[in-house]
Nanobody
């Protein structure tokens, strides 16, 4: 059974870059055909898909966040990472990493989430 765990700073200052890592166990992130995704939920709002890296290594981003988002992976550590640049307080959210079978589908595995607050 695959398990995902997010890690990274819980507090980021405005204009800085938010960086989170998702460590995957129970399955390789190179196994076909999955999309390893980042999703966030701001306080009092719904879930927002941010982007994904496929088992092939191809990346996909939400159009609204594409200019600020970068997703990469370290296959030797079975991890994938999120970088979100130029953050503002509106980027405060619980951030989740997750696995999808289809890019636009629902998750079949998800981490517990980590709260990131953007504040000076």
């Amino acid at each position: 059974q695959v398990q995902l765990q997010e890690s990274g700073p819980g507090l980021v200052k405005p204009s800085q870059t938010l960086s989170l890592t998702c460590t995957v166990s129970g399955g390789a992130i190179t196994t076909n055909y999955y999309y390893w995704s980042w999703i966030r939920q701001p306080p009092g709002k719904g879930l927002e898909w941010m982007g994904a890296i496929a088992s092939s290594g191809n990346t996909y981003y939400s159009p609204s966040l594409k200019s600020r988002t970068s997703i990469s992976r370290d296959t030797s550590k079975n991890q994938f990472t999120l970088q979100l640049s130029s953050v503002t307080p509106e980027d405060t959210a619980v951030y989740y990493c997750a696995r999808r079978r289809n890019l636009r589908g629902t998750e079949d595995a998800r981490g517990q989430g980590t709260l990131v607050t953007v504040s000076s």
